[in-house]
């Protein structure tokens, strides 16, 4: 799918589309990354750098993705958090639709942040430390912020997760799982099932969450950390925000001290008790399995070709941990 006609289409769609910024048509575009959606930096436009993403068709609805810059502007308006500014078209309005070869596909534009990736190393602690306060702050704004009128987003609960109805695929489909693997994580999400329903979906421990804060969504410039790409932000449990964090490095030995380090952070600007602390653990191992179900149904994607096969034994091994602690 990702291939060079392909994001040479998808170019030439945004391109033409420049004009509805007020852009003129030679605005100079780069790719920056490929996901879900495929974004492009846009240089010289005489009103700062953008950033414009392109979102891949059926997966969210024009009123989910209105929906998420509305919770956006909110959290930018009461300065939550530092996250990118939506940019509206010069007629008004946050989305443009573009044709793709017949595919609508919509697009919208974000101020672009300066910052880098945090390395993935054990000097995320001091990091994770402050995301557990910047969690805590979202999360707090999530209970008490009045959504707009016809706000819709995706629930990330166990039916979508693991469940009957995945969002993101079967898990049993998990790239290289043999029937031996199957059981060994049927076993894995039987336990995960009877945990989330004990837990159970409360006004106080389920909400609107980002979903998706992991190493690549966060811009470190300076002492400044940054929240970007809210495009996976929906209703699920709040403990499941550290699980996201932590995604494609669940296995690292530094994970229990990013762990304590963003419990320490969420502890200082809000209560989390020591049940919800202690179970953490569930929703890393339910993310972790969520994601090799991601890899096995978005293959096309650079990420899931970087993950691959590994990613599904490293699920394995993590599941048999966890059954001897959880089980």
């Not at 309005?93 to 573009?98: E, F, H, R, V």
């Not at 995706?154 to 695929?169: Q, V």
């Amino acid at each position: 799918m990702y291939d060079g006609d392909f994001l040479a289409r998808l170019e030439g769609g945004l391109r033409a589309a420049l004009p509805r910024w007020g852009l003129p048509l030679d605005t100079g575009l780069s790719l920056l990354t490929i996901s879900e959606n495929a974004t492009f930096k846009a240089t010289g436009t005489g009103q700062g750098d953008l950033v414009f993403r392109v979102h891949r068709p059926g997966y969210h609805t024009r009123a989910e993705i209105a929906s998420e810059l509305a919770w956006l502007t909110a959290l930018r308006d009461e300065e939550v958090v530092a996250t990118p500014r939506p940019v509206p078209l010069a007629g008004g309005g946050l989305i443009a639709d573009i044709d793709d070869a017949g595919t609508q596909r919509q697009v919208v534009a974000f101020d672009f942040v300066p910052g880098a990736e945090p390395a993935a190393d054990a000097g995320l602690v001091g990091w994770f430390r402050e995301l557990g306060g910047i969690h805590a702050g979202l999360h707090a704004h999530s209970r008490r912020w009045r959504r707009p009128e016809g706000f819709v987003r995706k629930r990330w609960n166990f039916a979508s997760t693991l469940g009957a109805a995945p969002l993101w695929g079967d898990w049993r489909a998990g790239l290289g799982l043999d029937d031996a693997g199957r059981a060994l994580l049927q076993r894995t999400v039987d336990v995960l099932e009877r945990h989330c329903v004990a837990f159970g979906e409360s006004e106080g421990n389920f909400g609107l969450i980002h979903a998706d804060l992991r190493l690549a969504n966060l811009l470190v410039d300076g002492d400044r950390l940054s929240l970007i790409d809210f495009d996976d932000c929906g209703f699920s449990w709040y403990l499941y925000d550290f699980a996201a964090a932590i995604s494609f490095i669940e296995h690292e030995p530094y994970i229990p001290e990013l762990e304590a380090a963003w419990i320490e952070g969420y502890r200082s600007h809000a209560q989390l008790s020591t049940e919800e602390a202690q179970r953490l653990p569930v929703f890393v191992m339910l993310r972790r399995i969520l994601l090799t179900a991601w890899i096995a149904s978005h293959s096309e994607t650079p990420t899931a070709r970087e993950m691959g096969l590994p990613y599904t034994e490293g699920t394995l091994a993590l599941a048999e941990n966890f059954l001897t602690r959880f089980g």
